[in-house]
C-alpha cells in the first residue's frame, strides 16, 4: 500500500532523513516512535508532499508520490493526516468543516456530502454535535471531527502526528477509541505517538526511528518485551 525507499531529507545543512525505508500493507497499523526531533513527523509530512523529500520515493498503491509530474491533490485526496492541532474552521460547523472538501474537490452535492459527514459523526460519537462550531466543543471533541473531515475523501490511507498531545488525560481516551475502532475497521493507519499502551494494543509493527535513521523494526510484543538494540532499550527506560 504504502512504500518508501531510500527517503532522505534535508534542512539547509541538516540532513533530518538519512535513507528511510518502509512498507506498509492494506490494513496495517505501523506505529512510528523515537525522541523529539528524530524525524517523525517529516516522514508523514513526506508522504503527502508537505515536505517535498530531498531523494529517495514514496509509492502508495499505484500513485508515485514523489514523481513530480504527479497531481500532488490526487495524493492528498488518497492520504488522510491529522495533526497535533486540530485546525478546524472555526467560523464553520462540524458538519461544515467535514463537508468542505467532499463538495469543493470531489464536487458532490451538498446532500451527498452531508449524508457522508453525518455518518462520519455517528462513528465519531458526534452526531449530536453537527451543528456545533469548533470553539463549542471539547479539545478531543474537536480532534474526532478533524478525524472524521480527514476520513470524509475516503482516503487509503491515514497519517497521524500526535493527535493526542495537546489534549487535556481525560480527553486523550476518547480519541484513540475512535483510532482503535478504524484499525479493526481495516484502515491502513500510519501512527506517530507518545501513547504506549495504544502502540501495544492497536499496532501491528513498531518502528524506532533515532537520528534519521530506523533503529529497530519489530512487533509490537518483541518491541516492548524483547528489543534487538541497545537503542531501543535506552528508549525504553527513558519513557518508563
Ligand atoms: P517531535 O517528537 O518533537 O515532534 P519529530 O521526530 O517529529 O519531533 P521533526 O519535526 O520531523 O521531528 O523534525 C526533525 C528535525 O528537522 C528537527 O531537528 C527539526 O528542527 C528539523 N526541521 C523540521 N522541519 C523543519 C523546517 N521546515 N526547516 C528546518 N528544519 C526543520
Ligand atoms: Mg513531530
Given at each position: 500500500?504504502?512504500?518508501?525507499?531510500?527517503l532522505?531529507?534535508?534542512?539547509?545543512?541538516?540532513?533530518v532523513?538519512k535513507?528511510?525505508?518502509?512498507?506498509?500493507?492494506?490494513?496495517?497499523?505501523?506505529?512510528i516512535?523515537?525522541?523529539?526531533?528524530?524525524?517523525?513527523?517529516?516522514?508523514?509530512?513526506?508522504?503527502?508532499?508537505?515536505?517535498?523529500?530531498?531523494?529517495?520515493?514514496?509509492?502508495i498503491?499505484?500513485?508515485?508520490?514523489?514523481?513530480?509530474?504527479?497531481?500532488?491533490?490526487k495524493v492528498?485526496?488518497?492520504?488522510?493526516?491529522?495533526?497535533?492541532?486540530?485546525?478546524?474552521?472555526?467560523?464553520?460547523?462540524?458538519?461544515?468543516?467535514?463537508t468542505?472538501?467532499?463538495?469543493?474537490?470531489?464536487?458532490?452535492?451538498k446532500?451527498?456530502?452531508?449524508?457522508?459527514?453525518?455518518?462520519?459523526?455517528?462513528?465519531?460519537?458526534?452526531?449530536?454535535?453537527a451543528?456545533?462550531?469548533?470553539?463549542?466543543?471539547?479539545?478531543?471533541?474537536?480532534?474526532?471531527?478533524?478525524?472524521a473531515?480527514a476520513?470524509?475523501?475516503?482516503?487509503?490511507?491515514?497519517?497521524?502526528?500526535?493527535?493526542?498531545s495537546?489534549l487535556?488525560?481525560?480527553l486523550?481516551k476518547?480519541?484513540?477509541?475512535?483510532?482503535?475502532n478504524?484499525?479493526?475497521?481495516?484502515?491502513?493507519?500510519?501512527?506517530?505517538?507518545?501513547?504506549?499502551n495504544?502502540?501495544?494494543?492497536?499496532?501491528?509493527?513498531?518502528?524506532?526511528?533515532?537520528?534519521?535513521?530506523?533503529?529497530?523494526?519489530?512487533t509490537?510484543?518483541?518491541?516492548?518485551t524483547?528489543?534487538?538494540h541497545?537503542?531501543?532499550?535506552?528508549?525504553?527506560n527513558?519513557?518508563?
Open positions: 500500500m504504502v512504500t518508501i525507499k531510500d532522505r531529507k534535508r534542512f539547509g545543512d541538516l540532513e532523513l535513507g528511510v525505508n518502509m512498507e506498509v500493507k492494506k490494513g496495517e497499523v505501523v506505529v516512535l523515537g525522541p523529539s526531533g528524530s524525524g517523525k513527523s517529516t516522514i508523514l509530512r513526506c508522504i503527502n508532499r508537505l515536505e517535498e523529500p530531498t531523494s529517495g520515493q514514496i509509492i498503491d499505484d500513485i508515485e508520490v514523489t514523481n513530480p509530474r504527479t497531481d500532488i491533490n492528498r485526496q488518497r492520504v488522510g493526516m491529522v495533526f497535533q492541532q486540530f485546525n478546524l474552521f472555526p467560523h464553520m460547523t462540524a458538519l461544515q468543516n467535514i468542505l472538501a467532499p463538495m469543493k474537490v470531489q464536487k458532490k452535492s446532500q451527498e456530502a452531508e449524508k457522508i459527514g453525518l455518518e462520519l459523526l455517528k462513528k465519531v460519537g458526534l452526531l449530536d454535535k451543528n456545533s462550531y469548533p470553539m463549542q466543543l471539547s479539545g478531543g471533541q474537536q480532534q474526532r471531527v478533524a478525524i473531515r476520513l470524509a475523501m475516503r482516503p487509503d490511507v491515514m497519517l497521524f502526528d500526535e493527535v493526542t495537546a487535556d488525560p481525560e486523550v476518547e480519541v484513540l477509541d475512535v483510532m482503535k478504524l484499525a479493526m475497521d481495516g484502515m491502513t493507519m500510519i501512527v506517530v505517538t507518545h501513547e504506549m495504544f502502540a501495544k494494543e492497536v499496532g501491528d509493527r513498531i518502528i524506532l526511528i533515532d537520528g534519521g535513521v530506523i533503529v529497530e523494526e519489530n509490537p510484543d518483541q518491541f516492548f524483547n528489543p534487538q541497545e537503542r531501543t532499550k535506552r528508549f525504553l527513558m519513557i518508563k
